[in-house]
């Protein structure tokens, strides 16, 4: 058991301390089929600046996909995005071709694909409801996959370290040891790196040694 948590908070720590992609605004998509991908536009600090639904990934979309590149490519330009964070989930490969299809038409945009791991998670809880109360649950996942390439260490501490998939064999553990360990090493991260008060949330802020989740808030 103890080996096994060790490396859950092992994995863990490698995830929360890959390097951030500062300083872009970013459209994030949450890819699917027949819903149709979800699209985020967040600035520089992570705020939302526009959401939409673009329809690109089934053959039965193919009326519909110069409509989604108007749509997309009028995003990156009123908004001047310079990087896309594709989901790496369901019609992540249908979504990925296509956008690199428009990428000629928006020079100086980059894509990269994001793990979306317990961005559902997230989306459907009550912190995102509080932090997003006029979208649905999968414009909040296109948002979160944005907001994770830009910042993972101030994106994932919003979500249960269990629900991020870097673990295995999570039931058979002690439930309160796990959540011990794995507490001990996003507030390990935290620490290590800081928080940005100007954009951090009150879920970063109180993984700060000795800020309580009330002067968090």
Known sequence: NEGAIRVFGDNLHQLLMQPPIRGKVTLGVDPGFRTGCKLAVVDETGRVLETGVGYFTLPNHEAQKPRAKAQILGMIRRHKVTAVAIGNGTASRESEQFIASLLPEAPGVAYVIVSEAGASVYSASKLAAKEFPEYDVSLRSAVSIARRMQDPLAEL?????????????????????????????VEDCVNTVGVDLNTASPALLEKVSGVSSAVSK
Not at 158 to 185: C, F, T, W
């Open 157 to 185: 501490v919003k979500i249960d370290p269990k629900a991020i998939g870097v673990g295995q064999y999570q039931h058979d553990m002690p439930p309160k040891r796990l959540n011990e360990a794995l507490s001990g090493v």
